[in-house]
Structures are given as C-alpha cells and as structure tokens.
C-alpha cells in the first residue's frame, strides 16, 4: 500500500520566491497534519485538517503560510512569500478516523532551503 | 492544553548498554501515548504506542516503554542498545476522543558507538 506520499522532495529557493509543498494522504484517513521539524525547535505542529476542514491552524507561523485540503486525497502548503528562516524540513502525515488511537502515519518529508 | 517534555536531548551509549529516555506529559484527562522514532535521513516511524490496558507496552525492536499515570510519564527502555538504534526519539501524546491533534516532544537524539 501506498504510504503518505509528499512532493517536492528537496527544494532550493530564493528569498521572496513562493513555495508549494503537496501531500498526497493515505487512503481512507481523515486526518492530515502539517509538521515542520528544524534543529531548534523540533517538530511543531502547523495545521491539521479534519474531514478536509482545518480543525487548528495555531501553529500558522504568519500569513505567509497558508494550507488547503480541496479533497481528501490532496493537500497543499504554501508559503509566500519565502524567508531563509522558512528552512526547514515539512512533514505531512495523515491518521485513520477519529475513534483511532490517532497513531501518525508520516510522509517523507520536503527539505526546504531558501537562501 | 497538552504538552510533552523530554528530558534528555542527546544521549551517547555504547552498543550493549541498557537504555532508558525520560517523558513526562501534562494534560487532564485520558490520552494516547506513543513513541516514534526517526533513522538518519528517514521520517518518522512509530516505535510503540499506549492506548489502553497494560501499562508496560512492547514495540518493535526490543524497545518497551512503561506508563505511569501518577507520574504522567511514558518512558522509553531498552536492556541492549545496538549501533542500528542510532537515531532521534521522539514522544507524543493526544488526549482520546479529541481531534487526533498529536504533541510532540523536543526529541532524543541517541547516538550508539560501537
């Protein structure tokens, strides 16, 4: 079976350039997170989505992200415009209904480089 | 609001020695607790999780980790570490019955020399 499937893999940008990262969930999940890990801070929680509905986007770090979930098979992450401190590696990862015990089925990841 | 705090950030064993990572959470009702684990270059991958039941819960790869309710702790054990269980541990935890919303620790790196 297909895992949480995340493209691009790498990206090297531009300050100022805008930024779309996909994910593709797996089959069936009705929950989708966006996570970004970075040696200072670990693993922070962006946004989540539920039922293709953002259910907490609090850890949105400013209006230059913003998530979509269009359907239940695809969600974007955009940022823009980019900063070097946007480097970071973005994890998307999905989960099964809401009585799971919410275990985390995580993507690849986008390793994302603005220079 | 639940949170997770991991004690030790980075941990240096020797293949053999016996391995224990701290993780302590705050939150006021039930939760799901889990461990995940994250190989050099890799995503994450679940280790072992706790949801209900008994409280010393085994995962792959010898690894167990024993929830305490009084002590709001799920740490992390293995008798004998390996050069292989080089990686970052994380620990996680969300409330049952919520929105799945999953909190993460800062993680572990555990470094194994051989």
């Known amino acids: 079976d297909a895992g949480v499937i995340q493209s691009p893999r790498h990206e090297v940008t531009e300050m100022g350039q805008e930024v779309t990262l996909r994910c593709k969930p797996i089959?069936?999940?009705?929950?989708l997170f966006w996570y970004r890990q970075t040696m200072m801070r670990g693993l922070e929680l962006l946004i989540y989505?539920?039922?293709?509905?953002?259910?907490?986007d609090s850890g949105m770090p400013e209006d230059r992200f913003s998530a979509k979930m269009p359907n239940a098979s695809f969600s974007t992450l955009k940022i823009q415009p980019s900063e070097p401190r946007d480097s970071a590696v973005y994890f998307c990862?999905?989960?099964?209904?809401?009585?799971?015990?919410?275990?985390?089925?995580f993507g690849e990841g986008s390793r994302l480089t603005v220079l | 609001a639940q949170s997770v705090s991991q004690h030790n950030h980075h941990v240096i064993l020797s293949e053999a020695a016996s391995l224990e990572l701290g993780c302590n959470y705050s939150y006021g009702g039930t939760v799901n607790l889990f461990w995940y684990v994250q190989y050099p270059g890799q995503h994450l991958q679940l280790l072992l999780k706790y949801f209900s039941g008994d409280p010393l819960v085994k995962g792959i790869k010898g690894f167990e980790a024993e929830f305490i309710k009084s002590k709001f702790s799920f740490n992390l054990r293995k008798p004998s570490v390996q050069w292989s269980d080089t990686a970052e541990y994380f620990c996680a935890v969300n409330a049952q019955g919520g929105y799945q919303k999953v909190t993460f620790g800062i993680g572990t790196k555990l470094q194994v020399i051989p």
């Open positions: 990862a999905s989960s099964g209904n809401r009585g799971d015990t919410g275990e985390l089925f």
């Open positions: 989505f539920n039922n293709n509905v953002p259910i907490d």
């Open positions: 089959s069936g999940h009705n929950s």
